[in-house]
Antibody, heavy 120, light 109 residues
Framework: QVTLKESGPVLVKPAETLTLTCTVS??????????VSWIRQPPGKALEWLAH???????SYSTSLKSRLTISRDTSKSQVVLTMTNMDPVDTATYYC????????????WGQGTTVTVSS | EIVLTQSPGTLSLSPGERATLSCWAS???????FAWYQQKPGQAPRLLIY???IRATGIPDRFSGSGSGTDFTLTISRLEPEDSAVYYC??????????FGQGTKVEIK
């Protein structure tokens, strides 16, 4: 069974750096046909894609957030980590990680999401 | 960056009716890199359609996707009460940023 689970702080202060971890099971992060994306959703708003990473370490970032985001993976721990710097209250959202598979890149398995609030 | 625009914002229909959701891209998209997702309140999104027209595993055949280039459509042929949700279109691919549309809310009367 394929699962993904997000973890990280519930509350961060403005200007701090957020670090979120996606722990996967049921597939390998070194599988050439698969990768992991991060997506967020502010309360009552639409989904926003943030970043993804492939098995060959190729990465891509949201154009508007590129300067603040870093995505990395630790294959031995089956984890994908997303860091977002200089957090602001507008970054308050539920953050999801999801697996995608080549060649169509559909995100077929999602984590349950983790809610992050940015407040002093 | 490609922008996806969904229409209508909200669709209110009765059970058994047909729902047609549209998604327009600001530039031409390879249809193999286009998907639709369903999201119910309090839940993570679920992949419905990928490759513009391929149903994901376990998705009922009343859901169908079509389109290419800049115009894509999700059709729900006979609405069921459990189809009440927000539907998102999405563009993916290997070498560029991905994007979502702003969503269409489907309400069942």
């Amino acid at each position: 069974q394929v699962t993904l689970k997000e973890s990280g702080p519930v509350l961060v202060k403005p200007a701090e750096t957020l670090t979120l971890t996606c722990t996967v099971s049921g597939f390998s992060l070194s599988n050439a046909a698969m990768g992991v994306s991060w997506i967020r959703q502010p309360p009552g708003k639409a989904l926003e894609w943030l970043a993804h990473i492939f098995s060959n370490d190729e990465r891509s970032y949201s154009t508007s957030l590129k300067s603040r985001l870093t995505i990395s993976r630790d294959t031995s721990k089956s984890q994908v980590v997303l860091t977002m710097t200089n957090m602001d209250p507008v970054d308050t959202a539920t953050y999801y990680c999801a697996r995608f598979t080549r060649p169509y890149y559909g995100m077929d398995v999602w984590g349950q999401g983790t809610t992050v609030t940015v407040s002093s | 960056e490609i922008v996806l625009t969904q229409s209508p914002g909200t669709l209110s229909l009765s059970p058994g009716e047909r729902a047609t959701l549209s998604c327009w891209a600001s530039q031409s998209i390879g249809s193999s890199k286009f998907a639709w997702y369903q999201q119910k309140p309090g839940q993570a999104p679920r992949l419905l359609i990928y490759g513009a027209s391929i149903r994901a595993t376990g998705i009922p055949d009343r859901f169908s996707g079509s389109g290419s280039g800049t115009d894509f459509t999700l059709t729900i042929s006979r609405l069921e009460p459990e189809d009440s949700a927000v539907y998102y279109c999405q563009r993916s691919g290997s070498s560029h940023p991905w994007t979502f549309g702003q969503g269409t809310k489907v309400e069942i009367k």
